[in-house]
């Protein structure tokens, strides 16, 4: 089955800087590559996800780009803020048919953002 | 507010007792899936359903089962409880269109067992 691993797992950057984070997924049929945030005690919440057909994708301060053939996507936040600071987690889709895909999460980033 | 709904949102029980979690997926939704999320662990994957069969399994227990009904809204039960299954439990839901799935995520229901 899929398998996402994410790096790193803590991340601390002062109020400001950019931040990334990087996942890899093993299975090449993943087509689909959401990122979640999640607040302390929240749900998790998509902040951004990209499509196997695009390379790189950008909302605002956040940017996701992939990369197919190295079997890796990354998240980059640039000018992070205190509100910032949550666990973001990558995720990796794998369809399986109109009815049924699963989606496999990394194990997760604690981000924090000093101000 | 995802439109995805949880209940109850908190649970206090002691080891050996049964429980059942509910989840109400957003209207249209016809894909539930159900997350355990340990203290300082990730989101795993434990079971999905599609219009009322299921469809994926995870690293679910065997203590562990689901079920999702003719109005959609699906059901979690955990019997046998143990300490280590205290954790927050998510539902998610999905439309299931061909070929992409984005998940909303419900509140959670945070599990505690004595």
């Known amino acids: 089955g899929e398998n996402v691993e994410q790096h790193p797992s803590t991340l601390s950057v002062q109020e400001g800087d950019s931040a990334v984070i990087k996942c890899t997924y093993s299975?090449?049929?993943?087509?689909?590559f959401p990122w979640y945030k999640q607040e302390l005690g929240k749900r998790p919440q998509l902040i951004i996800d990209?499509?196997?057909?695009?390379g790189e994708k950008k909302d605002q301060r956040i940017a996701v780009t992939l990369n197919k053939t190295a079997k890796h996507f990354s998240l980059h936040i640039t000018e992070t803020q205190p509100e910032d600071s949550a666990v973001y987690f990558c995720?990796?889709?794998?369809?399986?048919?109109?009815?049924?895909?699963?989606?496999?999460f990394g194990q997760g980033t604690i981000l924090t953002v000093h101000p | 507010d995802s439109g995805v709904t949880q209940t109850p949102k908190h649970l206090i029980t002691a080891t050996g007792q049964r429980v059942t979690l509910r989840c109400s997926p957003r209207?249209?939704?016809?894909?539930v899936y159900w997350y355990q999320q340990s203290l300082d662990q990730g989101l795993q994957f434990l079971i999905q359903?599609?219009?009322?069969?299921?469809?994926a399994k995870g690293n679910i227990l065997e203590r562990f089962s689901a079920q999702q009904f003719p109005d959609l809204h699906s059901e979690l039960n955990l019997s046998s409880l143990e300490l280590g299954d205290s954790a927050l439990y998510f539902c998610?839901?999905?439309?299931?269109?061909?070929?992409?799935?984005?998940?909303?995520f419900g509140p959670g229901t945070r599990l505690t067992v004595l």
């Open positions: 209207s249209g939704d016809l894909s």
């Open positions: 299975d090449s049929a993943s087509n689909y």
């Open positions: 998610a839901s999905s439309p299931q269109v061909a070929g992409f799935n984005e998940q909303f």
């Open positions: 359903y599609y219009n009322g069969e299921e469809r």
């Open positions: 990209i499509r196997s057909n695009v």
């Open positions: 995720a990796a889709y794998r369809p399986g048919g109109t009815s049924y895909g699963k989606l496999t």
